[in-house]
């Protein structure tokens, strides 16, 4: 159990009469309001956010979330504050308070939440399918809740919504329903101590818990939801297909009982009231699966012991020769097309086949249905599900498996916690549905669910903006409509499989061994974990490699820089690299990169203001024959022997331009920040003239150029993992080999250069507002960005400046949130962070929300900073000490997986500044901060009258609101900015590590 610095708890609760599937029916969000509530003090610790601010000090996170059949709560923080951040943890689930000041508020909070997905499609989309099935059911709620279910509804039915979470918590937060996870380094009886300590008062079964849910009689979907298809009018400009067919699991099977947990409870019957509420499940469940009787319906054990889903989706979702995916992309229909199981519960889950169409397909809708049933009832008509396709999906989970990296503690107590909900036995929590399993009963249980992949049991959903939306979605206001496919459904019922489909070849790219070239060994000490790679260098070609020895994996990774300016500041040259790069991977998608993908191998590359940039990674064992065959594959690749793929490459990039109306606001106002400070940067109006102006003649002259004048400079690899010195040179050498030119002009790749703020004592500073480009958006979003200064170039006085500003920052960030979110709810999003970008780094704050307009908002991020001082003052030095010592060592984690490892080094070498020891001397950096330091920094840099003091505040308001609203920071001072790009192109920019490099944009 013993992980790396972090520790991490995660506890989840969990029935038969689910989370919100057990909101009470006229209170919806009830569940995740109850979630919300826990953080907001309990008996012992009656501050509210107290458990937060234990963990910012502890270099801490905690979040929660509530699903359909549970809620987790979960979070980490450095070593030695464990016991402490669990007693504190514990006391949620037995004496949380639940004030009436607290409820009134936290309201808002939901409400603020509710919004912020209001026009995200994913929720939209997810409401329309929820709201088709059947109203008895709980499939059918609103899950999150918002001011209307919570307090307006409740005001005019009479109910008390305290006295509601009271006995909702008293009902559900019981110790049987719940699992807990704890990972530490300390010794496991230490931790079973903790757990029995700070767990063991939570109330056990009181007979108040229902043996069975009462939805499991009610239908999930009635007979006439299957009728009609729905057509669904997206807020993104996004044309997609999905047919979603629900899965009931037939209940006999599904035994659920109270048991002993499978390990001994502790000899003196003190242990932990935390049990498991176990579903009887193993080989015995399976037995009479040759019964053909059985086939008849899916049982939950069976769906989650063979995860069927996996196994038909590798055939539906197959991209190579005869699959569904080639022959739709062939015909210009679809760009992209996925399966795979959702809505996982007890009772049901969905399978899902999600298609990406072109505008052509959207006309072609009823012929793909026709040809995807065509192939489903060509699969079940097979005289057995294709066993070879088994066998390979079988192995190459098993190749995964062996060779799995371990999660981060915290993804690892998530998984885990939830694995407990789902599994009986301790040796399935950690293979949980991640390791397939083979046994007498998977071909049966993948025969059981292609029965149910009928068009009778088909839930289409088309969306476009073209639909026509005569009915409007209850909770989000989405408009759809319905149409008949009663008749179509039939046709399609005995539709013939079309030509050219077939079940998928052998994969070639099956690793053939796994092993390891060096014995694995934990580096003895920290210099030792954070050496670079070795280097060398031939005349065109800056060679990087490493060994590993330290995450002892059979992988490698190979990342590839191809400097050239091509791109430079040519908004047409960066829209045909874009067509370019879809439409070469969409091309060597079906000869090539699927089959690779599948076998754990990954390739990429991508054009930017740098240069081009080349990826590949997996198993080793293949790495360097797979690295050869795409890069011939791609040199050869000639963008006009695809002509079809031009328009719908095109078509798919604008709308996706398109759609960027539709992120968050806090996203958009990111986005504007970003214009006014990185050169070069293409504004999105620039890539949309570009994208309608664009014709494949260009996108074939773009490309003959890039090659050539992406050969002629200095170009850099890193090779890192599983190989041999003499493996990394010879995979070098190939790609060398393919990538030589006559002559080299020795430049390396252009940085993008980061405009340095003025320097305004007071008032707001720089000011960019904008209108929120999506009408529907009610939030506006607020960030406030302070520079500090670079660590480019990187002396220890820079270093230094770093650490204070990270200490300051996190001072500041949880009373940031405890006061902007929680007591003045001004929205959901609310943060406080230190920043980077491309070297230089600062402090900003994010707020996104409705309650309050943008420039009120602003005025109260103001009113935080001018509290700061008071703030900082209280603290004694200690506690500065105590937070920087927690952060330093959050600093020196080791990355958890070795592509981090070496994502980590590439980073150094993209930015030429070769720190390959940059967590350790930055932790040493922290670890010297005093509090007359952050006090220092504070009044330099953030502070009004700060000499130091360079300030952006990026504006995004609804309601066309936006010059009003600049008219007003005018007014205040600020130098409002209209022309954003022209403003970076003025400004002086910070400098780089080494001037040379600076950008050829200027
Ligand atoms: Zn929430």
């Not at 080094?905 to 950096?925: K, Q, V, Y």
């Not at 192109?985 to 040379?996: D, F, Y």
Request: hydrophobic residues 40%.
């Amino acid at each position: 159990m013993a992980k790396n610095g972090s520790t991490l708890f995660k506890g989840e609760e969990k029935g038969f009469d689910k989370r919100y599937f057990s909101d009470p029916e006229d209170l919806p969000g009830l569940a995740h309001f109850c979630e919300h509530m826990l953080f907001l003090g309990t008996e012992p610790f009656p501050e509210e956010n107290s458990f937060d601010t234990y963990l910012t000090a502890n270099s801490g996170f905690s979040n929660a979330f509530t699903e359909a059949e549970d809620t987790c709560f979960f979070f980490s923080c450095g070593t030695s504050a464990l016991r402490g951040a669990l007693e504190r943890f514990g006391a949620f689930f037995r004496a949380p308070l639940f004030t009436e000041s607290a409820t009134e508020r936290e309201v808002n909070a939901i409400n603020s939440e509710h919004l912020k997905n209001v026009p995200n499609d994913v929720f939209r989309l997810g409401q329309v399918l929820n709201s088709r099935a059947n109203p008895a059911h709980p499939y059918h709620r609103f899950g999150t809740g918002n001011i209307k279910t919570l307090l307006e509804d409740t005001a005019a039915k009479g109910i008390n919504l305290r006295a509601e979470l009271l006995a909702y918590y008293q009902r559900f937060y019981r110790a049987p329903l719940m699992t807990l996870c704890i990972i530490g380094k300390e010794p496991l009886s230490e931790l079973h101590s903790y757990a029995e300590r700070f767990f063991g008062e939570i109330p056990g079964d009181s007979g108040a818990v229902e043996p069975e849910s009462k939805y499991w009689k009610d239908p999930l979907f009635l007979p006439a939801a299957f009728d009609k298809g729905v057509e669904v009018v997206p807020i993104s400009d996004a044309l997609s297909l999905q047919v979603g067919f629900p899965i009931s699991f037939r209940q006999s099977s599904h035994v659920v009982a109270e048991q002993e947990p499978p390990a001994a409870p502790p000899a003196d019957g003190a242990g932990p009231r935390v049990l498991l509420k176990l579903v009887e499940f193993g080989e015995s469940a399976l037995l009479g699966w040759d019964d053909p009787a059985m086939r008849q319906g899916m049982t939950l054990a069976s769906w989650r012991w063979y995860n069927p889903s996996s196994h038909v989706g590798a055939v539906l979702g197959h991209e190579g020769a005869q699959s569904l995916t080639a022959l739709l992309r062939e015909r210009g229909w679809i760009t992209a097309l996925e399966t795979g199981s959702a809505d996982n519960t007890s009772t049901f889950a969905m399978m899902l086949v999600g298609m990406e169409l072109t505008a052509e397909g959207f006309k072609k809708q009823d012929e793909i249905l026709k040809i995807l049933f065509g192939y489903l009832n060509f699969l079940r008509q097979l005289p057995e599900f294709p066993k070879e396709s088994l066998v390979e999906n079988l192995r190459l989970s098993e190749c995964g498996w062996i060779t799995r990296e371990e999660p981060g503690p915290q993804d690892a107590a998530v998984e885990l916690s939830g694995a407990m909900q789902d599994w009986a036995f301790p040796r399935d929590y950690v293979a949980g549905n991640t390791r397939l399993r083979d046994g007498p009963g998977l071909k049966g249980t993948v025969e059981a669910l292609l029965a149910n992949l009928q068009p009778s049991n088909a839930l289409v959903t088309v969306v476009s903006r073209s639909c026509k939306g005569p009915e409007t979605e209850k909770w989000y206001g989405t408009r759809y409509g319905f149409r008949d496919l009663q008749s179509l459904k039939q046709q399609w019922q005995s539709a013939k499989v079309a030509p050219g489909l077939g079940v998928p070849p052998p994969n070639p790219f099956l690793p053939r061994q796994l092993e390891l070239k060096a014995p694995r060994q934990q580096p003895d000490g920290l210099s030792k974990a954070f050496e670079g790679p070795r280097l060398r260098q031939e005349d065109d070609w800056k060679a990087y490699f490493r060994q590993d020895t330290e995450y002892g994996v059979p992988k490698a990774f190979v990342f590839v820089e191809l400097p050239t300016a091509i791109l430079c500041c040519d908004g047409k040259n960066a829209v045909a690299a874009r067509i370019y790069e879809a439409m070469c991977l969409g091309a060597l998608q079906e000869k090539l990169l699927y089959d690779a993908q599948v076998a754990g191998l990954a390739f990429n590359f991508s054009v930017s203001t740098r240069g081009v940039q080349l990826f590949f990674g997996g198993f080793d064992d293949r790495l360097a024959d797979f690295a050869s065959q795409a890069m011939d594959a791609v040199l050869s690749f000639e963008p006009n022997r695809a002509p079809g793929g031009f328009e719908v490459q095109k078509d798919k990039l604008r709308r996706e331009l398109e759609s960027f109306a539709s992120q968050p606001p806090i996203s958009q106002a990111a986005y504007w920040a970003g214009l006014a400070l990185v050169m070069p940067e293409f504004s999105l109006e620039e890539l949309q003239r570009s994208a309608k102006e664009i014709r494949l003649s260009d996108v074939v002259q773009f490309a003959s150029k890039l090659w050539d004048s992406a050969r002629g400079e200095l170009k850099t690899s890193l090779c890192w993992g599983n190989l041999r010195p003499a493996e990394g040179d010879m995979l070098v050498a190939k790609l060398r080999e393919r990538l030589k030119s006559p002559g080299t002009t020795g430049e390396e790749a252009p940085q993008p250069r980061v405009a340095q703020l003025p320097v305004t004592p007071v008032g707001p500073g720089v000011a960019l507002v904008h209108d929120v480009m999506d009408k529907l958006e009610e939030n506006s979003a607020v960030e406030v960005l302070f520079q500090g200064g670079t660590t480019r170039g990187g002396d220890a006085a820079k270093l230094q400046r770093l650490a204070e500003l990270q200490v300051l920052a996190s001072v500041m960030s949880d009373q940031f949130y405890e006061q902007l979110r929680t007591r003045e709810q001004l929205g959901y999003i609310v943060s406080c962070r230190a920043d980077r970008n491309e070297g230089v780094f600062g402090i900003v704050f994010v707020v996104q929300g409705a309650a309050k307009s943008a420039l009120e908002v602003l005025g109260r991020i103001d009113a935080f900073l001018d509290t700061v001082p008071g703030m900082l003052r209280a603290k004694t030095e200690a506690e500065i000490t105590q937070l920087a010592d927690s952060l330093a060592q959050a600093r020196l984690a080791r990355p958890q997986q070795l592509l981090s490892a070496a994502e980590r080094c590439w980073g150094e070498i993209r930015s030429h500044e070769f720190r390959w020891t940059r967590p350790l001397d930055e932790a040493l950096a922290i670890r010297q901060v005093r509090k007359t330091q952050v006090v220092e920094a504070y009044d330099r840099l953030l502070a009004s009258g700060g000499a130091e003091r360079r300030r952006l505040c990026s504006l995004v308001v609804p309601s066309r609101a936006a010059s009003a609203v600049a008219k007003e920071l005018a007014k205040q001072g600020a130098e409002v900015i209209e022309d954003p790009q022209a403003f970076a192109r003025s400004r002086p920019k910070w400098p780089l590590s080494n001037e040379k490099l600076a950008s050829r944009a200027g």
